[in-house]
């Protein structure tokens, strides 16, 4: 399928590894040139390397912490009008919510709540006057099935989502989509994080903890991050010009609810 998104520019924040960088290979794929950014240089220098061999697309890379005033004017500058932008950081750690400060939960929020914000802020007035834009933000199934070690991703990304829900169904008429995608577990960095944690807490053995959580997982396996990355692209697409406000959840069926 051409996605009719070829020869446009994403901005696609936390883009060395994992999700974020998913989006960004298979948005290239799609012949959209890219600003990717992340912290770390060298890891987001082999990727935009890496990203550009493949497909022959211009490549930004723009090392900045994305959750500063400083990393986010950083990457505006490189290219301040996208036609596309995924919002993307890191989750904060997990743990128990009795040892969490104030100090912590202000972090979790200007990571995964105001950033976004800002970022969307400098980017939609320009994708309302050309009439086209895309706006994923990488959000967690979490927002649906809150995950109690999780708490303080579970609170920002919470709150990012009502913002969403009502800013997008405000721009819908000008050409602009606003969705958040929903990731359940995916074989990336974060997840073995997560999964080492749980041994630690609970004393079992960290291969154990895995295959448990695969089990709970109807298909039988984790997400792979290439799954995530054309879910994005699609989302990105002129053939979803008519989804827009939706929290789109892709976990392999582990969310038992029905709505």
């Known amino acids: 399928m051409d996605l009719g998104i070829a020869g446009r520019w994403a901005t696609v924040c936390a883009a060395s590894k994992g999700l974020g960088r998913a989006c960004a290979e298979s948005l290239a794929a799609n012949g959209v040139n890219l600003v990717i950014n992340a912290r770390g240089a060298e890891a987001l220098d082999e990727a935009a390397r890496a990203i550009r061999a493949a497909n022959g697309v211009e490549v930004i890379a723009v090392a900045a912490d994305i959750t500063t005033p400083e990393g986010r004017r950083a990457v505006l500058e490189a290219r301040p009008d996208p036609d596309i932008l995924v919002n993307n950081a890191g989750g904060p750690p997990p743990g128990d919510f009795r040892d969490w400060e104030e100090a912590d939960w202000i972090a979790a929020l200007q990571a995964n709540m105001l950033t976004a914000i800002a970022l969307l802020k400098a980017v939609i007035d320009p994708m309302m006057a050309r009439g086209f834009g895309r ?37 819908a008429g000008s050409g602009v989509t606003i969705n958040n995608i929903l990731p359940g577990r995916f074989a990336t960095e974060r997840l073995a994080a997560n999964l080492a944690f749980v041994s ?13 959580a695969e089990a709970r997982i109807p298909v039988g396996r984790f997400g792979e991050p290439r799954e995530f990355g054309e879910l994005c692209a699609y989302l990105c697409s002129t053939q979803a010009a008519y989804i827009t406000a939706q929290n789109i959840l892709i976990d392999g069926g582990a969310y038992p609810g029905t709505f």
Request: charged share 25%; net charge positive.
């Open 135 to 171: 706006i994923v933000n990488i959000t967690s199934s979490a927002v649906k099935a809150p995950i109690a070690e999780l708490g303080l991703s579970n609170g920002a990304r919470s709150g990012l989502t009502g913002f969403v829900a009502g800013v997008a169904r405000a721009v």
């Open 200 to 212: 630690r807490r609970s004393g079992r053995p960290l291969e154990e903890v895995r295959r448990e």
